[in-house]
């Protein structure tokens, strides 16, 4: 199945679930508004997705002149690739992190934490640049981004509609309404986590394939894991439909109950197995 097939069929399940809750707070009506609000949605999430996630991450371009061994290194791993040189952004974040965005390689984007590259040596953030490019070669950020966004627009409206008033005369359809705005945030959440588990492994492979060093990924990937769920990323966990986009979990505690990323143990074991 191609990225755009399985991009497609993404959006018309989010824009399900959109739907659903549409028709729980104001019936066929309701839906019908969803299907328009759900279908910008789509439309915004396809052109701006990556712009967005990038402004909620207060990301900054990185200067060439700035950063002259970062960007010969991913130079150097994207021709690896076979892929144009991605925009390298920063974010001003302890915790050391990374994500890949854009809805094509033309247009990719790989972020790094300060924390990464102030945790990593240059050969594992060399590993982690790898693996994101890995996410561009596989053609994954867009879908990844697009659950990112229509997920967080899910669970909002759904907060939204817990709120609201309803009368007594229909308690049953009051229930139904109230159990789908608790089990569609929850669906969203289950979706995202089988995009993230499956694309991860791959992106580790493709990852380990371009650098030509798995053990880098794999000793990269053992230090970001320790300090993630030592140092909070406040801007993930205030929007938690992001979460999936970041080479390892950036949540803590119950927080990682709905977890996007497989065990740092198995993804380092598989690494470990290609050196």
């Known amino acids: 199945m191609g990225g755009i097939t399985k991009t497609f069929i993404l959006m018309v399940f989010m824009l399900g679930l959109f739907m659903a809750i549409g028709y729980a707070l104001g019936g066929y009506s309701g839906a019908f ?3 328009i609000i759900g279908s910008f949605t789509n439309l915004l999430a396809y052109w701006n997705a990556d712009k967005m996630v990038l402004a909620h991450y207060k990301a900054k371009p990185i200067n060439k002149d700035h950063m002259p061994d970062l960007y010969e290194i991913t130079q150097m791993l994207a021709d690896n690739a076979n892929l144009p040189m991605p925009k390298l952004y920063l974010i001003e974040n302890p915790q050391p992190n990374a994500f890949a965005t854009g809805r094509n390689p033309q247009n990719a984007v790989v972020a790094v934490t300060t924390g990464l590259l102030d945790t990593l040596s240059l050969e594992e953030t060399a590993g982690v640049i790898a693996h994101e490019l890995g996410h561009v070669k596989n ?8 659950a990112a966004s229509f997920s967080g627009a899910i669970s909002l409206l759904a907060h939204f509609a817990m709120f609201m008033p309803r009368g007594d005369n229909n308690r049953g359809g009051a229930i139904s309404a109230l159990a789908l705005m608790i089990l569609a945030p929850m669906a969203a959440a289950l979706v995202q986590m089988a995009i993230s588990r499956t694309r991860e492994y791959e992106a580790d492979r493709l990852g380990a394939e371009i650098s030509g060093r798995p053990e880098w990924l794999a000793d990269a990937l053992e230090k970001i894991s320790v300090k993630a769920q030592m140092i909070p990323n406040i801007p993930a966990e205030n929007n938690e439909g992001t979460a999936h986009l970041f080479i390892v979990d950036p949540l803590r505690g ?6 996007t990323h497989p065990s740092t143990e198995e993804r380092v074991k598989r690494l470990r197995m290609m050196t």
């Open 33 to 35: 508004i969803a299907l």
């Open 139 to 146: 053609h994954d950020m867009l879908i990844m981004t697009i």
């Open 254 to 259: 119950l927080q990682r109950l709905f977890a």
